[in-house]
Structures are given as structure tokens and as C-alpha cells.
């Protein structure tokens, strides 16, 4: 898992510094930078995908760093751009998170008590993953008018993509998972680490701390381009979906350039 996070962030660095004429193109806007953290919700393959338990039990935690273009405000000049409908109502978030959580199996057969329902609930994940990504974001809000404390808070929602490493893990409380595997899970079980991407919706707010910081709190789903995330993949019909995941995330984020 190391290589992967060495990679991530190497890659993270290089897309945003890496050349100094892309340097100098970003000093010419304002830049803002922060950090992000809140309770991570896990719908992957351990439980039913909507059964209030499972997606009420399957909790982790995430943090994150984020850097931000507001392209309404320009640093060179320490003044506002000049006015346009994107440069008032759009921010660029690039992002580098971790996050990582316990799965358990809940359900009806979770809850029997007999050699199946104990091999369910013996069978523990364990899911860690890093995504360095780049977000658009809309405010139907003036930035410009929120800069200036026109009102307090500005709402946005968001869509992008993220660049994913994970690395799964499962084991039984029973003893050797061979030999206390749920029959449906033979031969899909992956201990491998890897790679994907994720598409990420989401939704938040700001809130004007100061002229120069902000609080922020932040919604995103993220679905992921594999099933494998939590180390399962099999066939049954009620966990056909990719794996996905539902973050809210708390933070505050402060202005480079005032």
C-alpha cells in the first residue's frame, strides 16, 4: 500500500507543480488549501446492499487535503477577475484523501444461529483506500458577493473524478477463512491491493469564517469502477452494484491569497 500512496501523491504533486509555466498560470488566480475529515458509509458486498444495519454499521473514516482555484479573485493583483458566469459561479478542487473502515455481514442470515449465520458474522474486511481526484464545483451563489460578505453561507454541489488505491483484507473470527467461509464466497476472495477510479457527486456548503477562511461541510458518493474494493466480488443478486461509498466531511479551508 505504500508504493500506491507514493504514487498517488507523486502524481498529485506533478499535476499541480510539476512545471513551472503551470505554476505561473495558477499564481495569476486565487488558491486556497485546507483540510477535510468525517465518518465514511460503506455499501460493498458484506450484508444485504439496503438493509438498514448494514449500511447503518459499516462505518469508517476519512480525511483529506484539498487545494482549490477561485477563479474570481485574481492573486498577481490581489484583485477581483474580471467578471464572467464561470469565474463567479465555479471552483476547481483537486484532493487527496484516505480513508479506510470495518465491514461486517448483517442481515436475516447474519442472525440465525446456526453454522452459516456463524460463519457470516464470524467473516470481518477491512478496507483502506487513497484517491487523489479533481472536482468542479457549482455555487448558484456570487462568489465574488460571498468573498465580500454579502451573506454567510454559500451552498454548491459538485462532480468529478478520482484516482483510486485500495487495499482489502478479510478474515474470520472462527479461525482459517478456508475453512469458516460462507459457502456463496468460495473463490471470491481477494486479499490483492489495486487500483481504479471513481465518479464523485456531491453536495455542500460554505461558511464565512473571516475574510481570509472558511468552514466548510461537504456530501460525496462515490462509485467505484470495481467490486473488489472490500475484497469480494460474487454473483448474488442483491449485491450486483459495484462497490460504493457515502462521505461527510467537515473542514476548513484557508485563502492563499489574502
Known amino acids: 500500500m ?24 495558477v499564481g495569476m488566480v486565487g488558491q486556497e488549501i485546507g483540510i477535510v ?25 476519512g480525511v483529506g487535503l484539498v487545494y482549490y482555484l477561485n477563479f474570481a479573485y485574481k492573486a498577481d493583483c490581489d484583485c477581483y477577475a474580471r467578471y464572467s458566469f464561470f469565474n463567479d459561479h465555479f471552483r476547481v478542487r483537486a484532493e487527496v484523501d484516505y480513508h479506510e473502515g470495518e465491514l461486517n455481514h448483517y442481515g436475516p442470515i447474519a442472525q440465525k444461529e446456526n453454522t452459516r449465520g456463524e460463519q457470516l458474522r464470524g467473516m470481518i474486511g477491512k478496507v483502506s483506500a487513497f484517491e487523489v481526484g479533481a472536482h468542479l464545483e457549482y455555487y448558484p451563489l ?28 478479510t478474515y474470520s473470527t472462527l479461525g482459517p477463512l478456508e ?8 473463490g471470491y476472495v481477494s486479499q ?6 471513481s465518479i464523485v457527486a456531491g453536495a455542500g456548503m460554505r461558511y464565512k469564517l473571516s475574510i481570509g477562511s472558511d468552514l466548510v461541510m461537504n456530501m460525496q458518493w462515490r462509485y467505484y469502477n470495481t467490486d473488489w474494493l472490500d475484497g ?20 476548513y479551508i484557508y485563502y492563499l491569497n489574502f
Open 232 to 251: 469480494l466480488d460474487h454473483d448474488n443478486p442483491q449485491n450486483k452494484f459495484n462497490d460504493m461509498m457515502f462521505w461527510l466531511n467537515f473542514g
Open 2 to 25: 505504500t508504493n500506491i500512496f507514493k504514487t498517488l501523491m507523486l502524481g498529485f504533486l506533478l499535476f499541480f507543480f510539476g512545471k513551472g509555466n503551470a505554476s505561473a498560470q
Open 192 to 197: 490483492e491491493p489495486g487500483t481504479t477510479w
Open 142 to 169: 456570487s462568489i465574488r458577493d460571498y468573498t465580500a460578505f454579502a451573506y454567510p453561507v454559500a451552498p454548491y454541489i459538485s462532480l468529478g473524478f478520482n484516482f483510486v488505491g485500495f487495499d482489502p483484507y
Open 37 to 61: 475529515a468525517g465518518p465514511v458509509a460503506y455499501f460493498t458486498d458484506y450484508g444485504l446492499r439496503w438493509n438498514l444495519k448494514t449500511n447503518s454499521s459499516n462505518i469508517g473514516t
Open 179 to 186: 475453512d469458516n467461509i460462507f459457502p456463496a464466497f468460495e
